[in-house]
């Protein structure tokens, strides 16, 4: 007969389990590429044997196994992917599973399902890296200086961050104003001066950022493409290193960068993608959109905890702005969680916590000011 410690680990290896198998089960619907829906399948279909393991252990020792309640963490990943397609959440899926990929390797009846997880954490990272145009070839790329510094990040993780920034300096803000005793009306204009500056900062920051990436990819190419004039026999031989890295016969890698290498045109196309990781289409994406989202999310943050002035005033005014501004800061905390491999409870916590920390300071300085300067 199992403990009740072994009993509680039973129960959360299959909740564990079953909330993969149906966060993949999502994944593998919302999929257009066949390719990817018959991988994400087979590890819904390989995270639901793992459940019946546990269930099998839990029903040996007498504990039935009740229906399944899919986690807020899961229920988020499958909503965001089913709203914005599965690239969307998949680097945030893959650093979950590289988190939880060693989640066995104390437990001497999972052996085998460890192996499993390991190897369900490295299938995962290697379909985001796709994603993202990343191949065997960039260690080549890494060994030429110029190369690097070209990276993109993940969507919802910028989406998060962005939102957090605007949340947390407004709140800062506007509780370092109130401290120091100003009359609501000016901690209201306080509060949306400091939303439209830190917006529009942010926005031109990332307009900076863009702009500086797109031109480095188009220096980046430009170098590609006079190594293609001045030195053919170099790239073809970086060509062939290329496709023997994904497995090719080094004579049949050598064939083929040959005949890459009749057409420069598809040549460069071809080192750009697999030597530099480039999209010669995007090439760092658009830095008006980029500019205008970081703009909205910076400003959908900070109207948090300013709202609260626009009905009420003095202390309840100040009460209110720390419980909204508690609240967006939990859901910011939770939403973390989809991409730092931490709990949602704890993340959530957290987030509250140095954010009220970092606002309690400001105000606590606001009234120290208020006081000597009056």
């Known amino acids: 007969m199992a403990s009740q410690t072994e009993l509680r680990r039973f129960t959360s290896n299959l ?13 593998a619907q919302a999929e257009k590429q066949e390719d ?21 252990k839990l029903k040996a020792n007498g504990v039935p196994v009740r229906a399944h309640r899919v986690g807020a963490k ?37 052996a085998q399902m460890s ?3 390991r190897h369900h954490a490295d299938i995962v990272q290697e379909v985001a890296n796709r994603n ?17 510094g070209v990276a993109s990040g993940n969507d919802l993780r910028a989406a998060v961050l962005g939102a957090n920034d605007g949340l947390v300096s407004n709140f800062c803000l506007i509780m370092g104003v109130a401290g120091a005793g100003t009359d609501s009306k000016t901690v209201l204009l306080t509060a949306f001066a400091g939303l439209i500056a830190g917006a529009a900062s942010m926005a031109l920051g990332e307009w900076l950022s863009v702009t500086n990436a ?19 026999d ?5 060509l062939a290193l290329i496709y023997q890295a994904k497995g090719i016969d080094a004579a049949e890698a050598r064939r083929v960068a040959a005949q890459i290498m009749r057409d420069k045109d598809k040549a460069l196309d071809t080192l750009t993608r697999e030597e530099l990781g480039l999209d010669p289409r995007e090439l760092g994406g658009n830095p008006w959109t980029a500019a205008l989202a970081s703009f909205t999310l910076f400003a959908i943050g900070a109207m948090f905890p300013a709202i609260a002035f626009l009905w009420a005033s003095g202390a309840q005014g100040i009460a209110q702005c720390i419980v909204l501004s508690g609240l967006g ?13 931490r709990g949602a409870l704890f993340s959530a916590v957290r987030q509250v916590l140095i954010g009220m920390i970092a606002a309690g300071c400001t105000f606590g300085l606001g009234k120290l000011l208020g006081v000597s300067l009056s």
């Open 74 to 110: 899961t229920r988020m990943l499958r909503a965001l992917a089913r709203a914005f397609g599965p690239d969307f959440v998949l680097r945030s899926v893959a650093a979950s599973e590289m988190a939880d990929r060693d989640k066995y390797a104390g437990q001497p009846d999972a």
């Open 214 to 232: 797109r031109e480095l990819a188009r220096t980046q190419i430009a170098k590609e493409r006079d190594e293609l004039d001045h030195m053919p």
């Open 115 to 117: 192996a499993e997880e």
């Open 234 to 238: 170099a790239e073809r031989h970086e």
């Open 15 to 27: 909740a564990d389990e079953l909330d993969s198998a149906a966060l993949y089960d999502t994944l």
């Open 36 to 56: 990817k829906r018959r991988v994400y399948a087979e590890l819904a279909a390989a995270e639901r044997r793992h459940a019946d393991i546990w269930a099998a």
């Open 132 to 148: 993202k145009g990343l191949s065997k070839g960039g260690a080549i790329a890494a060994a030429e200086s110029w190369h690097r």
């Open 329 to 341: 800061l939990a859901g910011i905390g939770v939403f973390t969680s989809l991409f730092n491999g």
